[in-house]
């Protein structure tokens, strides 16, 4: 359960340095350039890995869904 977290939190952090980077490089460029591209595809990629992640671990019972109360 903690493993999750950390892996959860790891790829969270990861996506949020794709998209600075992709900002950093579409500001510096004015224009977009293929650093931008690689970078918000990389985002996209690592979001849908993580989504992945996420179902493939509820299937497992890695991770258990808790009510709001």
């Known amino acids: 359960m903690q493993a999750m ?3 959860v939190v790891l790829f969270l952090i990861a ?3 794709s998209l600075g980077t992709a900002l950093f490089s579409l500001m510096r460029n004015k224009e ?3 650093k931008t591209v ?3 595809t990389l985002r ?3 979001s849908v890995s993580l989504f992945i992640l996420l179902m ?3 299937k ?10």
Do not use: C, T
């Open 5 to 7: 977290k950390i892996v």
């Open 15 to 17: 996506i949020l340095v």
């Open 32 to 34: 977009a350039s293929n």
């Open 38 to 40: 690689k970078a918000l």
């Open 44 to 46: 996209v990629a690592l």
């Open 56 to 58: 493939i671990a509820y």
């Open 60 to 69: 497992m019972g890695w991770i258990q869904p808790h009510g709001v109360s």
